[in-house]
């Protein structure tokens, strides 16, 4: 039996994964898991998995009543540290981190200085703290299987490849919901249009990010921390069917893909299992004719700069990308909120990497202090386009 600590059990990835897990429940068994406030989602989750611990990350949700009276022998706790925990636990052998934002590094560096396979859907973890988390890896400890379907992808194509044989690899993007958009026509789109992706079902978050193609720019950000590739050997490709999930490109020219239908069950049971694979009732091969035409466009930096400005970030290196990824993270919340713009997005991120250099981060804590930075800085642009626009 692999057992499983799922981090960010209710979210789009965690449902996925629990979706995987039914499947194969004569391998997997889910130990612990946690969420970040929906305690009645989790506890229909743990009246069904009986896991070992349960733990609420914000403890204001967790009231005391949904946590007793219940049946089984499953500890219910609260707060990030219990969070933490559950990811350092002695009896877990893989622990899937579908936590949302900043607030996933601090899991992902516990679980792999404990050793175990981390099996990685919060792209914040390897954006903020890349160095930190490289920094770990490179003491051997821990194995880090990346469940994003881009990443996913790529370490498929490169199973069993020398590293020095990868000339480049190049990610694909759906190019969201206003692809083919122009600048102008985007200054007056709301969340509600952005939120409706036309291939992925996910979270409102990365949604958004997809809309924008911020979501692109961390996964560029990503592959260069896993894979150790510079910026100039990680392309990016609109692909609006989302079949090939990326490429790599190897010296001699040769080019693989890794493609498929759209869906998240796929790398979730690839990073479960890996480096086996393991038969499915419910996946399905691809269907090269029912999924014709396959199409490739540039990406179109004017209707969508935040692809550029991540990208930049992540080649001025240290906590640049943690500046960029917080100041995304407030410029996403106040587009819901509609306290901002579409286009004023890219204003409210670029205002937190005015902020915050690009010093290499020596703990977690001086992560931490730029993130918060980035945050003041992103905040106050918020706050300044509102006045601009009242
Ligand atoms: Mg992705």
Redesign the pocket.
Known sequence: MIRIALLGATGSIGRSTLEVVRRHGDRFRIVGVSAHRSVDALAGIVDEMEPEVAVVADPSALNGAAATGRAGATEWRSGPEAVAELARRGDVDVVVNALVGAAGLDATLAALEAGHRLALAN?ESLVAGGPLVRRVLARGSGTLVPV????SAILQCMEGAPRDSVARVV?T?SGGPFRGWTSDRLAHVGPDAALKHPT?DMGAK?SID?ATLA??SL?VIEAHVLYGLDYDRIGAVVHPQSIV?SFVEFVDGSVLAQVGDPTMELPILYALTYPERRPDPVLRGFDPVAASPLTFEEIDHDAFPLFGLGVDAGRRGGVAPAAFNAGNEIAVAAFLERRVSFPGMARVVDAALEAVGAAEPASVDEVREADREARRAARAEVERLKERTA
Request: charged share 35%; hydrophobic share 30%.
């Open positions: 792209k994003d379907s881009e990443h990610l993007a992925w990365i997809s979501n692109k996964e999930h």
